[in-house]
């Protein structure tokens, strides 16, 4: 099966949705983004997604006058060729949205400029630091492969590293000077495409958030463990997943809860679901009778789990009380 979520620009999911395992990424937007007007109401709203989800004929059915969808994605710079020929030729300043650093904490460094091709528009990002990465990559890529071909061209050909700077000529091997200076091109680099008015920066930047969908589905796959699920019914596993996405609603709510009441907790991200399950499990109450008389005592409030009531509005109970 193939499990999507839907999130808005603060992480929060608002749907889930399933198909079979054998569905392509980019016929799923359109139905999606279909459903998602109709069941919410939406009037207007902008789709964030990757490359992998979109063709040639989802731009054409977004920006369709029935849909009219505002749109920020991601392209393949390799295989659609006005990108790859066009947009990453085109000269022009980049404009720095994000210094480079030497801290850790701070955001990558990136810088962007606008490519305007037959009317469309494209965004040209790159990461210096990236850049001189993958320079320095491929470099090491061509020093081995010079001496790999010293050695003769056997195995070559199915090295996917060397393959693709390769040119076989009758049976002698060659480093094809034309396809390495092409790969530099990409160095750092990825393109977004989109028909709205937002500014560079903010397109480049609304699209990295998409690291709060990567998130999503990290914490479906490991922290509430969807995954593995055997069922022989279609409903069935789609009441599994349904459960799991209620968990993850639940789970962000509790999150955005203690930010609000001011009590974020370091391992909030990763270990913040286990610790407050085994804090909430610690907490119990046992009635006893003493003297004619029902007694129900609550257990000492471990750790977090005073800060979790307070949160959500519920009140502790008393730590002794006549029933």
Not at 232 to 238: L, N
């Amino acid at each position: 099966m193939v499990v999507g979520a839907v999130i808005d620009d603060n992480g929060k999911p608002i749907c889930c949705e399933m198909w079979p395992g054998n569905t392509t990424d980019v016929t799923t937007l359109i139905p999606v983004v279909d459903r998602v007007r109709k069941r919410f109401n939406t009037g207007q709203f902008c789709i964030v997604a990757d490359r992998g989800m979109i063709s040639a004929e989802t731009l054409k059915e977004l920006e369709s006058p029935g849909r009219n969808i505002p749109y920020i994605l991601g392209t393949r710079m390799r295989k659609v060729n006005v990108v790859k020929l066009n947009v990453l030729s085109r000269t022009g300043r980049y404009k720095e949205v994000y210094p480079e650093s030497t801290r850790s904490s701070d955001p990558s460094a990136l810088k962007v400029k606008e490519v305007r091709v037959d009317g469309a528009r494209y965004i040209v990002c790159i990461n210096p630091r990236q850049a001189r990465k993958d320079r320095k990559d491929r470099e090491s890529i061509i020093a081995s492969l010079k001496d790999h071909i010293k050695k003769g061209p056997k195995g070559l050909v199915g090295n996917k590293g060397y393959r693709k700077y390769i040119k076989v000529e009758r049976e002698s091997v060659m480093i094809d000077e034309e396809k390495v200076k092409s790969e530099a091109r990409f160095d750092g680099k990825w393109v977004l495409t989109t028909n709205t008015d937002l500014t560079a920066e903010k397109v480049v930047l609304k699209y990295k958030e998409l690291w709060q969908v990567e998130r999503v589905f990290r914490d479906i796959k490991t922290l509430l463990e969807t995954r593995p699920i055997f069922h022989k019914r279609d409903d069935t596993i789609r009441g599994h997943v349904f459960c799991s996405f209620l968990a993850l609603i639940l789970r962000k709510e509790l999150e955005r809860r203690l930010e609000s009441s001011g009590h974020f907790f370091e391992w909030l991200i990763l270990m913040s679901l286990w610790l407050i399950k085994q804090d909430l499990k610690a907490l119990q109450e046992i009635v006893i009778e003493e003297s004619g008389k029902r007694l129900a005592i609550r257990s000492q409030c471990f750790r977090t789990c005073g800060k979790v009531f307070q949160a959500v509005g519920v009140a502790l109970p008393q730590t002794i009380c006549e029933i």
